[in-house]
């Protein structure tokens, strides 16, 4: 392959574009199967299409020849980036959180008013000192969801994606797009795109592995999340080179079928008829004992670990009745009159409702330490880093 082919199609360059002029037009439209008959589509398709296949890699990490026999790891989804000072002081300082050789991130915008229009993966990047990859998962027609929509300032870019960062040299990088779980164009919150799995060959002192970047979708059914799991999982096994591997990201493991509001809230009622008390104790922490019990069997039968790569139990996404954003949030797809059951379920235990989103799975890797969650993340503002916690794991490839 030619080096500065490659190089182009790697640089940021490859996600210009000048498709915001089209948003206007494409925002008629309330299904993507309309959106893609249209003339304007068949007008931007080109530029979409190799926005959506993108991969950019940009290396800004010192070659470090020091011996290192563990692999330090880290997966948080950050909220689109959106408090990007007090994250990039969690990822040097936080006596937890920093030094790790793998970053795994999810929801990072590149040209977004919510996020100051940064592109927050290479902001990181040149921040941490590392290398990065980014995927763009979807092209943003609107601001965003919720409080989002009245973030100061238009998107200049208006993309969104998910992220790999490492110390060392990353190979082989490339992604495997996911099927939607539900109609990206139909709703308050319309999109171009899907979401993608993020895969590279990392080249690491204590031995070459491969890392996963994973997001499964949030509005879907159980049965769709465990079919984008198996389809990441198809492709792992295809690639020529099998290697010590491993998965981390943002599974949205929240026991619902949420592909629409009508089947979110017949869930709702059907975990208040299996008690409230228990379904908060029992089920949001532990979604592989029943509800996402499919998704995870998918792993092991492929020989992947998840028990002992993750403190089992331990929440990664909080809702509190409280939390005015979130409540925003949640109200642009949920009906009003839903609001007085979900509080009510809510003080019966507390106020705040605790659920397992964010894991690691790995296949041939040994486990070093305990793996931790990582909670109550503020910035210099005392405003929460993002609305879910980090997750964090030191292992060492398989020795054969």
Known sequence: MNPETDLKRNSPDILDHRLNEFFPELLKFDSIEATKKSEVYRKIKPDVERILNAVVQENYAPTI???KDTIAALAWNIERGNRFAGIVEALKNHAQLKDKDLLLLTELDYGMARSQN???ARDLAEELNLNYA???CYIALQKGSGVEEYAAGENTKSLHGLAMFSKYAMKNVHAVPLPNGKDKMFGKEKRLGYLRALIADIEHPAGEFRAVTLHLDAHSSRQHRQTQMRIVLDHLDALASPLPTIIGGDWNTTTYNAQSANRAIAGYFRRVAMGVKNVTRNH???????????LFQELELRGYDYKTLNEIGAG?????AENAAYNTNLGDWVPRWCFPFIFWAARRVGG????????FAGKRIELVGEPQTVGDLFDAENVSLSDHDAIILNF???KV
Do not use: I
């Not at 990664?316 to 509190?320: C, G, K």
């Open 65 to 67: 020849n020091k011996k």
């Open 134 to 136: 980014f995927a763009p």
């Open 118 to 120: 940064r592109f927050v």
């Open 284 to 294: 949001y922490p532990f979604p592989d004992r029943y509800f996402e019990r499919g």
């Open 352 to 359: 705040r409702v605790s659920a397992r989103l964010d894991w």
């Open 316 to 320: 990664t996404l909080h809702y509190d």
């Open 396 to 398: 060492a490839p398989e």
